[in-house]
T-cell receptor, first 112, second 113 residues
Framework: SQQGEEDPQALSIQEGENATMNCSYK?????LQWYRQNSGRGLVHLIL?????REKHSGRLRVTLDTSKKSSSLLITASRAADTASYFC????????????FGAGTRLAVHP | DTGVSQDPRHKITKRGQNVTFRCDPI?????LYWYRQTLGQGPEFLTY????????KSRLLSDRFSAERPKGSFSTLEIQRTEQGDSAMYLC???????????FGPGTRLTVT
């Protein structure tokens, strides 16, 4: 079973617009990670935020984490056609290893 | 490119046949994971190795599935007596203990006819 749920399931925007994807999860976590998947490159790690962090930036990516609401958001600013992909949140847990539980993903389409 | 590699990339087999997939992780990574992904869903955890020790198996991994990592380097995932429901993308990932980001291979797409 999957821990997280992404919202929306699909998102269609124009190049240059911002894209926001949300993720909710059910149990306590150690960290939350976002991955991108497209047919050309498979699953690629984007950014990790730890449970004691509230916000993190990496280039055009901004991730927030609200552990009280068990939710996270991923913002992609100034989107490009190359950002077209599926985006997954994945929760990681403490306890000595790094098993990830993925959500069902958001399919993002960025139109030129 | 010294990323995670998987072989084969595609496998078509008939129901009831056995199949074996191979994963070669990033060389310095001691942690190796197998996931399964079906169309429109996120990856689902199957099993985890730390070095050669298999430390966790998902309930998704029925008795027909077995995974090994004999020398703590490459890993194999075998499915015996395949069923149509086994059709999926099988993903392998590796990581260090810290940081916990996982690096995924391109996957093996299994089709059971």
């Amino acid at each position: 079973s999957q821990q997280g749920e992404e919202d929306p399931q699909a998102l269609s925007i124009q190049e240059g617009e911002n894209a926001t994807m949300n993720c909710s999860y059910k149990t306590s976590i150690n960290n939350l990670q976002w991955y991108r998947q497209n047919s050309g490159r498979g699953l690629v790690h984007l950014i990790l935020i730890r449970s004691n962090e509230r916000e993190k930036h990496s280039g055009r990516l901004r991730v927030t984490l609200d552990t009280s609401k068990k939710s996270s958001s991923l913002l992609i600013t100034a989107s490009r056609a190359a950002d077209t992909a599926s985006y997954f949140c994945a929760t990681g847990f403490s306890g000595g290893y790094n098993k990830l539980i993925f959500g069902a993903g958001t399919r993002l389409a960025v139109h030129p | 490119d010294t990323g995670v590699s998987q072989d084969p990339r595609h496998k078509i087999t008939k129901r009831g046949q056995n199949v074996t997939f191979r994963c070669d992780p990033i060389s310095e990574h001691n942690r190796l994971y197998w996931y399964r992904q079906t169309l429109g869903q996120g990856p689902e955890f199957l099993t985890y190795f730390q070095n050669e020790a298999q430390l966790e198996k998902s309930r998704l991994l029925s008795d027909r599935f077995s995974a090994e990592r004999p020398k703590g380097s490459f890993s194999t995932l075998e499915i015996q007596r395949t069923e149509q429901g086994d059709s999926a993308m099988y993903l392998c990932a590796s990581s260090l203990a810290a940081p916990p980001e996982q690096y995924f291979g391109p996957g093996t797409r299994l089709t059971v006819t």
